[in-house]
């Protein structure tokens, strides 16, 4: 079982920058897309940023611009770097990554989440 381990949020203040580091260890016959979510208190968890294997992006409307997602398939790592925070952005961030255990047989697996905070 593949396990996600994030990394690097914090406390920052309106317009700084941070990067989330999310780290999968254990067996897989490969990890297909690895994406980031947050969940704010009292909201649905909404994703952030999605990058494929083959690293294709996707990102939600309000953070184009400002926040960069990337990967290295070779440490299993996905980062998120993300600029011009605003308080809005403030929320528990989440890992996600699509797994397959085979070929054609997958799961989904998540990491603890990561705290963000963005004071004004």
């Known amino acids: 079982q593949v396990q996600l381990v994030e990394s690097g949020g914090g406390l920052v203040q309106a317009g700084g920058s941070l990067r989330l580091s999310c780290a999968a260890s254990?067996?897989?016959?490969?990890?297909?897309?690895m994406d980031w979510y947050r969940q704010a208190p009292g909201k649905q968890r909404e994703l952030v940023a999605g990058?494929?294997?083959?690293?294709?992006?996707n990102y939600a409307d309000s953070v184009k611009g400002r926040f960069t997602i990337s990967r290295d398939n070779a440490k299993n790592t996905v980062y998120l770097q993300m600029n011009s925070l605003k308080p809005e952005d403030t929320s528990a961030y989440y890992c996600?990554?699509?797994?397959?255990?085979?070929?054609?047989?997958?799961?989904?697996?998540w990491g603890q989440g990561t705290q963000v905070t963005v004071s004004s």
């Open positions: 996600h990554a699509e797994v397959a255990r085979m070929p054609g047989i997958f799961y989904n697996t």
């Open positions: 990058i494929t294997e083959g690293g294709s992006t």
């Open positions: 254990g067996i897989a016959f490969s990890i297909n897309t």
